[in-house]
């Protein structure tokens, strides 16, 4: 059965950081891309940033671009989201998933994997 477990989260003061992981299991991932969203409380859940197959492309949106980095590394079959200068504005839910293409891709219905969320707490 496959699962992503999502880790790292947690309460941070404005100005910090975090860094999350994504550890998948039940089949290997490192043939397809993945990505971060997350959810904040009365939104929809949103994009954050997403990776290639490879880890060689990757794009962000403008929210988070210059301050978070995503990469993975398909040996571990994990994928990690480094976020610096964390805002208020960031908290919310942080989701892995995985999507059915090589490539990263920003649209929420093209993911078919879904971790449960970490929590994640800016605090001004």
């Known amino acids: 059965q496959v699962q992503l477990v999502e880790s790292g989260g947690g309460l941070v003061q404005a100005g910090g950081s975090l860094r999350l992981s994504c550890a998948a299991s039940?089949?290997?991932?490192?043939?397809?891309?993945m990505g971060w969203f997350r959810q904040a409380p009365g939104k929809e859940r949103e994009f954050v940033a997403a990776?290639?197959?490879?880890?060689?492309?990757?794009s962000y949106a403008d929210s988070v671009k210059g301050r978070f980095t995503i990469s993975r590394d398909n040996a571990k079959n994990t994928m990690y989201l480094q976020m610096n200068s964390l805002k208020p504005e960031d908290t919310a839910v942080y989701y892995c998933?995985?999507?059915?293409?090589?490539?990263?891709?920003?649209?929420?219905?093209?993911?078919?994997?879904w971790g449960q969320g970490t929590q994640v707490t800016v605090s001004s």
């Open positions: 998933a995985v999507n059915r293409y090589s490539s990263g891709r920003s649209r929420f219905g093209e993911y078919d994997y």
């Open positions: 039940g089949r290997t991932f490192s043939s397809y891309g």
């Open positions: 990776i290639n197959w490879s880890g060689s492309s990757t």
